[in-house]
């Protein structure tokens, strides 16, 4: 349940979004982006560190393992085995020739595997975004964007590094109106 709600979060965030900068079909391929926004979520394997001691101090020893038996249960039995356990989850909003480009990234063991469940829960929302794959990412872009998605690893890091879940938004960065 929690994966599915999370993954709902991300491409309600994606296509939200879409609608706002317009679906804008960015050209620049070859231009670098200017990262100006970014939610982070910690790794899968932090947050469950995070639930045993949350689940130590509050008398429910267990409470990780609930946690991973509520994703399979919501994930039909596949549960985390095809995310990678290690890197965070994000959003990563940039500027490409003062234009607004917006990814989502979901790190996988399977990337195939994710794409698929994704595509499948995803019908609602499929006319607003595409999915694809990229380097053990399942990225997440509105239609029509055709701007390379940045290497999430590093921005997302710098965020989880100091908080489970972040946000973090770089207003001077942003073109002057």
Known sequence: MKFKKTVAGVAGLLAIGSVLFGGREL???EAKPTVIGVIAIDSHQDLMAQ????GG???MPALSEMADAALAMATGGAGVGMLDKDRPLGVILTLVDDKPAIHGFIPTADTQAVKAMLESHTVQVGAFLSLETVDGWVVITPKGQKVPPPDPLETL???TSRYSIGMQV???RMPKV
């Not at 639930?51 to 949350?54: F, G, P, S, V």
């Open 27 to 29: 050209q620049s391929a």
């Open 170 to 172: 770089f207003p001077s």
């Open 51 to 54: 639930a045993d001691w949350l």
């Open 157 to 159: 890091r710098g965020i």
């Open 57 to 59: 101090s509050i008398g």
